[in-house]
């Protein structure tokens, strides 16, 4: 492969995806929690913490553009299943044009996770993946989604947030119990990794213990 000829074609692609994500932000500040995509490393790391790779069927809330989403699809078992639920019906439809089989694009709300699980014939799912800026939201709503999450979670099943905020940690800890908190520094602006398993010592219901970083 002629790499100079390769970076030459990424390269737009990368800026143009950026420009999008960028205006997006512009328009609806409050559904985007960053003026850019997910950094590479960042992405890696939510994919190693929900364990992508051992489960069959996972949620991601807020895909975005669809860079996590493709990480996502590039490393899931070829018999899982991916439903990506996004709010903003620009990116829904960037998500919508992924072609894999795989993938399920529903353009909807988060709070009513059970109810479109549920029409997409998709059972309790062992992973879900969150990027929607919870701190940009009001207590209620964000409260809301939460134990929508707890509720549709498989025993043993994994919550995994990357956020700038704490916020998503003082909304989980009264449903979700005890959390596991990463920092990416590999990202512009540097992000949490917040992780919740249910059942399993946290992820119960029982109030955090540790330091929130």
């Not at 995806?17 to 929690?33: A, M, R, S, T, V």
Request: charged share 20%.
């Amino acid at each position: 492969m002629n790499l100079r000829k390769a970076s030459s074609n990424t390269l737009p692609k990368v800026m143009n995806g950026c420009l999008f994500f960028f205006q997006e932000f512009l328009k609806h500040p409050f559904q985007i929690g960053s003026v850019i995509p997910s950094s590479q490393a960042l992405i890696k790391r939510v994919i190693e913490t929900a364990r992508v790779d051992s489960v069959k069927t996972i949620v991601e809330l807020g895909p975005g553009t669809g860079c996590t989403t493709k990480a996502i699809l590039e490393n899931m078992k070829p018999d899982a299943r991916l439903i990506s639920i996004e709010i903003n019906p620009n990116f829904y439809s960037i998500i919508s044009q992924i072609p894999d089989s795989r993938l399920i694009a529903h353009h909807g709300d988060a709070r009513k996770l059970k109810q479109i699980l549920s029409s997409h014939n998709l059972g309790a799912p062992e992973a879900v993946i969150s990027g929607i800026p919870f701190s940009t939201m009001g207590d209620e709503c964000g409260s809301q989604i939460i134990k929508a999450i707890h509720e549709v979670l498989a025993p043993g099943g994994r919550f995994v947030a990357y956020q700038l905020s704490k916020k998503v940690i003082s909304l989980c800890s009264p449903v979700m119990g005890k959390e596991k908190v990463q920092l990416e520094f590999m990202n512009i602006p540097p992000m949490r990794v917040c992780c919740w398993e249910k059942g399993n010592g946290n992820g119960g219901g029982k109030r955090a213990d540790n330091p929130i970083v």
